[in-house]
């Protein structure tokens, strides 16, 4: 039997789902010995948060061309850390009803080979945190976020509480539009372009532009749309409006593939003209990782249009910017 932090996973779920139904899901998470701090963890995504801060790195290192001083590379990865960390975990504060609501007609199930899904998903709506707790986790993460930001650049600061707002509007928007995905594809290009203004006080708008482009639909088709469709029967209950459940598989599948081929196009040529000129290999290297973990999974999703070809295209282009990141650095070193 497969365990994870030291619990027997299959029995503990089962369990669980039970639990849910009876009130003593709080009891359970102590008996079973999962700890407290992965369940705040798990609140926050933290695997993905810790991948989403290799965009900001790596959109600073593309920016200047050479390394920020040590000062802003702290303040930049600690504001980024915190930030992410409070944003997923402000995610779940308010689609706590919504979240509630899809456990109740659901039940509890085992969700392997999904990042997000790395520690326990949706650890406040199953009721092993309460809400005064998860509130005061992410209050105190974004407390910090906003003072590393404000320091870089008082412009940061106002892009981070930006965020939050969109934040807080993406969830709202759930069961109104599936045109939330564009709000979504704002959100994550923001920790990008707060890196930029933390390094830069007067970016130039064109290549601004460039990299909120790439980003965005990036985040489309890599990000959002695949995981709203691993999602999708959880949505359908709920009467959520996303796009594969508004629009259906097949216009999904195709949003998908073009947001991500845009992306693609976009990175090779803010590859070509930021301040950082890669070698022409890692240049072709990039090229050929975008193909590897953008598009072949999307072609797939394309023509199976399966929840699990969705969910594995979710988890490789999460890994997107970090390898990226990889190449960067080591055109820089050469």
């Known amino acids: 039997m497969e365990r994870q932090s030291g619990i027997d996973l299959g029995a503990w779920q089962k369990t669980t789902r039970n639990a849910a139904t009876s009130g003593d899901i709080m009891n359970l998470a102590k008996q079973s010995g999962f700890s407290r701090i992965m369940l705040f963890l798990a609140l926050s995504r933290t695997p993905h948060g810790l991948l989403d801060i290799c965009t900001p790195l790596l959109v600073a290192l593309l920016w200047l061309g050479y390394l920020p001083e040590p000062r802003v590379i702290v303040l930049g990865i600690t504001a980024a850390l915190a930030g992410y960390t409070a944003v997923y975990a402000l995610n779940d504060i308010v689609d706590y009803r919504n979240d509630k609501k899809k456990i109740a007609q659901t039940g509890f199930h085992r969700e392997t080979g999904y990042l997000d899904a790395a520690f326990i998903r949706h650890p406040l709506a199953r009721g092993f945190l309460s809400m005064p707790e998860a509130v005061a986790w992410a209050g105190g993460w974004m407390a910090v976020s906003l003072f590393c930001a404000y320091l870089l650049n008082p412009v940061c600061a106002l892009i981070l509480l930006l965020g939050c707002l969109l934040e807080?509007?993406?969830?709202?928007?759930?069961?109104?539009?599936?045109?939330?995905?564009?709000?979504?594809?704002?959100?994550?290009?923001?920790?990008?372009?707060?890196?930029?203004?933390?390094?830069?006080?007067?970016?130039?708008?064109?290549?601004?532009?460039?990299?909120?482009?790439?980003?965005?639909?990036?985040?489309?088709?890599?990000?959002?749309?695949?995981?709203?469709?691993?999602?999708?029967?959880?949505?359908?209950?709920?009467?959520?409006?996303?796009?594969?459940?508004?629009?259906?598989?097949?216009?999904?599948?195709?949003?998908?593939?073009?947001?991500?081929?845009?992306?693609?196009?976009?990175?090779?040529?803010?590859?070509?003209?930021?301040?950082?000129?890669?070698?022409?290999?890692?240049?072709?290297?990039?090229?050929?990782?975008?193909?590897?973990?953008?598009?072949?999974?999307?072609?797939?999703?394309?023509?199976?249009?399966?929840?699990?070809?969705?969910?594995?295209?979710?988890?490789?282009?999460?890994?997107?910017?970090?390898?990226?990141?990889?190449?960067?650095?080591?055109?820089?070193?050469?």
């Open 168 to 334: 807080i509007l993406y969830c709202l928007l759930l069961q109104i539009s599936h045109l939330r995905t564009l709000v979504s594809g704002i959100v994550k290009t923001l920790g990008g372009l707060a890196a930029i203004f933390a390094v830069d006080a007067s970016p130039e708008p064109a290549l601004l532009l460039l990299f909120f482009s790439w980003l965005f639909f990036w985040e489309i088709g890599g990000q959002n749309v695949p995981a709203d469709w691993h999602d999708i029967q959880e949505d359908i209950a709920l009467q959520a409006r996303t796009v594969p459940v508004s629009l259906g598989p097949k216009i999904a599948s195709a949003i998908v593939l073009s947001s991500l081929c845009t992306s693609l196009v976009l990175g090779g040529i803010l590859f070509r003209v930021t301040a950082l000129q890669l070698a022409f290999p890692l240049y072709l290297g990039t090229i050929l990782v975008g193909i590897y973990l953008l598009i072949a999974p999307a072609l797939r999703l394309f023509q199976t249009r399966d929840r699990d070809e969705a969910s594995a295209l979710f988890n490789r282009a999460s890994y997107y910017p970090c390898v990226l990141l990889i190449f960067a650095m080591t055109g820089l070193a050469l």
